[in-house]
């Protein structure tokens, strides 16, 4: 039988979830990166619990948007129906991923959205990176992983979430998204690199305004939409 | 005369001290992990003072829960009968480990208990991580060690130390257990990581609350007791 | 054809790229760095957008002072008419490098000034490092980065800025530079050090004072100008 | 014609030096370690400026007490004579080393002495690590090294140098030393761990009394004088 997941994707997903462990963003086996075939709507994603040092490509586990497992035979991540809301409520998503970064994890706890302070946030996400409601008791007693992806829809009711492709979950720590899992995980990166930046920038000056609109709109659009003049063509 | 202590348990209480040094939490000879042997209640220890990259399974001194050596030519470490309090005390216990990790090593110092303000703690500690009261001039001249073993015991009288596995012990530092030695150690890992969170989430919310309990229950049961659906079966 | 860029000079321009990284002063395609050949005016800078282990010495794009490519297939920097405009004003130069260093990011987040709080700063800073005006929205709507460079050249106007070769743009990040390629990276590492220190320090006493004329000058001179007597002959 | 410095003791002396750069305690060229030959009271000290990569144990350079070159072809650290005016001031010393460490660097800079805010602390250092009095113009002007090892002699009046082996140089950065280059180096390791510790353990509680009489001579002692029981015999 082929496989029905694309091998090459599985290797982003795989090399997604590598780059969280690499850039020093996960401890242990936390932390878990996806990525979405569009051609099917399957997805695969870190198998719960298994140590960084161990993981292979084939150890990947594939679901379709219901969770139903397709492919692999270890259980997927405990955070998989977090990541298959935002594919289902969030079109255009190729990734998402999930750590517990320790800047941004503490913005989280704190139950402070971050945001955007200088042009290193705005290049890459357009405006404050919000944080969720707290989650009722009954969101929490059932269905926890699938009302945390809730939450975080909730939150981007009405906004472009390409646009701010990262949130804080009150109390737990980010999630983030992008175009393909390596986006996604880069998104992760650039996210506590900012989150950090803005707990010194706290610590200088607590009452640092947010970027003026044009500040942030040329950096944003410098690198993104149809004006973008960064990068090779 | 065939080895009165396990040769795979010896191997793990010397990658669990390996570990320490691998994750940053200790300075030149600091810190030290070790293991039980539950079926004949034999404890492997590291060496005092032998620095880590000399480090040899055979260098673990092997002492009876009184303290008498039983096997190796090195003296054990200093903080031994700490760790034998802690295994007389706690049953159930198969590694403890002992560092001077940065973070948590600021809230013992600072007398400050490490409430729980987020999942990441909640999945590892089912609560505050309790800093011991300070110890008596009499309980300090003499039988230091085995004093702040006893200290620890006190602090959770009447709870279940695998709930909490780990202390801050006042102006000192943190303690860690579980039921191996790597359990031990990555509580220690893991209680690095929330201290670091918990320094910058009152950096920037000094009156954040601890989690309320729905969530903090959550967390800690889907990884720990019977209800888990966290990692693989 | 000959090079028009020396090829030893475009190597230097190469491992001053690399040094940012590896001094791990940037994350996934952030920075950049350039040299002037002073005998030509021409100018080889980084590419733009392209990631830091893929980079090989033949990337670096070739321009001259006006910015026309001379040499290579691919687009500069999007921060070379910055690294331009400060070649054209401020004679003397041999390379200028960007980061967004963490610490000395937040110092340019906050708007605040990086005054020489000890003699680590004194050493090769001669006095404050400046943080520019606000750019107005018309200087960011268009030529945003030649304007950059105006404004860093306008904080630096009726001093010499070789004394103090380095400057916190407000809301972005620094900016470096120095008589080589080299020199211009060096100052962004230590730029990102006495940031750091500096933010401990303030934490410690928010008013500590600039440190006082003669300790400044000491270091400062021992180590530039013409009675410098640090390093070797 | 043999060497005059013993060949073991430079070699240390390399390793010393390198050790400062392994512990992440210095940037490019600064820091520097020393050590002296008991029996002609020679010194070996890193030349100045040699970025540590390029260093080999015969680049050293050795002079007596009053500074003259007796072996070398470099120029000294310029810091040679505070090294000179510890050893002639405080005797019993092997080694001495100096560097910009940024906790350590920071309370210099804020010109706050390091109280013993715990063991671990306390198990290096028999109580506060103090700052020495800002230096006079004229101090500065001539003889600026001399009168910086003079101003820390000054400090340390009435005390045994070797029961507080470090001190912090108002607006500079920390000196340590030891009965031998390692024993110098390790406790400027050590000293900029328990000065983040500070930093940490101040920002949770900023009037965080330093540790009491009893614990403080526990520590300290049991490591150190007749009595110690830490290490190998």
Partial sequence: ??????????????????????AGLVVGTWGNASGIDAATGLVAIKPSGVPY??????HLVVVDL??????????PSSDLP???ELYRRFPGLGGVAHTHSTAATAFAQAGRPLPCLGTTHADHFYGTVPVTRDMLPEEIAADYELNTGRV???TFRG????????VLVAHHGP???GTSPQGATENSVVLEAVAQ?????YALAPATAPLAGPLLDKHFLRKHGPGAYYGQR
Avoid: K, S
């Fill in 159 to 166: 906004q472009e979430p390409l646009h701010v492709p990262a």
């Fill in 82 to 84: 977090t990541h298959l």
């Fill in 175 to 177: 999630f983030t998204w």
């Fill in 1 to 22: 039988m082929p496989a029905l997941f694309p091998a090459e994707l599985r290797q982003a997903v795989y090399l997604a979830n590598l780059r969280l462990v690499e």
């Fill in 53 to 58: 040092p161990d993981l292979r490509p084939e």
């Fill in 152 to 154: 975080i829809a909730e």
């Fill in 197 to 201: 930046m803005a707990l010194h920038t």
């Fill in 66 to 75: 219901a969770g139903t497992v397709v492919e692999g035979d270890l259980r």
